[in-house]
């Protein structure tokens, strides 16, 4: 990640506080009968009678199934629903392992799913719901403008732009947010808001999708940044271009089109395993090649109209570069401007490009 969020307290947590209390009571009683009096707390029961059909018919159906299972069975579940909803504990400790829904008995498991995911997918599923604990748009409104959360820029790519708060709560106008234990594999976890975060569509839609948080493809348990962390420190993050072979200055303008090189993200100068779980996720490195590739020629010219520009005021070669870093520095707010940062970054560092620029654009007597 770029940056990491701040958590944002909400009353929207209440809706998954009232199921986890569901659950927590049947476990409880293991009764094979809803008695909402005795399995929801006071205030939620109004609210569970207006949705007869997506909240009450489904609990009710999950008391008998969780009644008929082995006691064993049983323990799976309850160990699911304690292990997933440790979300941040998760991400960060290998020898925690979050409990899938194909782990789970055939007997609760497509029911427990099907709840789970109309949790989410059909919020607010009443009008007293959305009275009661407020809307996503609500609640994205408030996200953003927590500071902390007010940068433009997704924090999983750093390369599109989220969308800003809307004046009204009545207005939709928000982001996806991304489970980052994906609702489709684990169970508990789809209302569950320090499991859920603001990211832009092309890192959601188009390369996450579906893929396990937790295991890669091999199958090992792998770290995740929890995207809450208060720890995370911004600036120790450093991107670089690395080259694997040397660059020939004839074909200069298109060196990365015509030469072996890759992207290099460490942390504090070190390659963290944190580091290696974002890139297979979301394809950060071959996503960042694609886009500098693309944008190099328009980058390349920027450096040399102020290269043009500069000398010809008589600027020196290090105040000129000083220029472009700053100037470029300020962008990286912007969609791609991490990329531009990285690319003049490396670019401005080869002791050729002085003698390439002074070939190529003699200073005028």
Not at 10 to 33: K, P
Not at 266 to 285: P, S
Request: hydrophobic share 30%; aromatic share 14%.
């Amino acid at each position: 990640m770029i940056y990491t969020y701040t958590y944002t307290p909400h009353r929207i947590e209440g809706f998954h506080r009232q199921i986890s209390y569901f659950f927590q009571r049947l476990f409880e009683t293991d009764s094979a009968d809803f008695d909402e009096n005795i399995l929801c707390e006071r205030e939620f029961i109004p609210i569970v009678n207006a949705s007869e059909v997506r909240l009450k018919e489904k609990m009710k159906t999950l008391c008998c199934k969780y009644h008929s299972l082995s006691e064993e069975e049983k323990k799976k579940v309850r160990k699911a629903f304690e292990v997933n909803n440790r979300i941040e504990e998760v991400c960060g400790n290998k020898s925690l392992h979050p409990v899938k829904y194909e782990e789970i008995s055939e007997k609760i498991r497509q029911d427990l799913k099907d709840f789970c995911m109309m949790l989410w997918k059909e919020y607010p599923q009443n009008k007293l719901i959305g009275q009661t604990f407020g809307t996503l748009q609500e609640h994205f409104n408030q996200f953003k403008q927590l500071e902390g959360n007010q940068l433009s820029l997704c924090p999983f790519c750093g390369l599109q732009a989220l969308k800003p708060p809307t004046e009204s709560d009545e207005d939709k106008n928000r982001d996806s947010y991304d489970h980052i234990a994906p609702e489709a594999l684990y169970p508990f976890v789809s209302v569950n808001f320090k499991n859920l975060v603001p990211v832009c569509k092309e890192c959601n839609s188009d390369e996450k999708k579906a893929t396990d948080t937790f295991y890669g493809s091999d199958g090992n348990r792998r770290v995740v940044l929890y995207p809450y962390a208060s720890s995370y420190v911004r600036e120790q993050l450093a991107v670089e271009i690395t080259s694997h072979e040397v660059y020939n200055e004839v074909t200069f303008r298109t060196l990365l089109k015509d030469i072996d090189w890759d992207i290099a993200i460490r942390m504090a100068g070190k390659e963290e395993e944190f580091l290696d779980t974002w890139d297979q996720i979301y394809h950060i490195k071959e996503r960042y090649k694609k886009y500098l590739k693309v944008q190099e020629e328009e980058w390349f010219r920027y450096i040399v109209e102020k290269y043009k520009r500069s000398t010809g005021k008589g600027e020196s070669w290090t105040a000129i570069k000083d220029d472009i870093l700053w100037e470029v520095k300020a962008r990286i707010g912007r969609p791609l401007g991490i990329l531009e940062y990285v690319y003049d970054n490396y670019m401005l560092s080869m002791d050729s490009l002085q003698k390439y620029l002074e070939t190529m654009y003699p200073i005028s007597k």
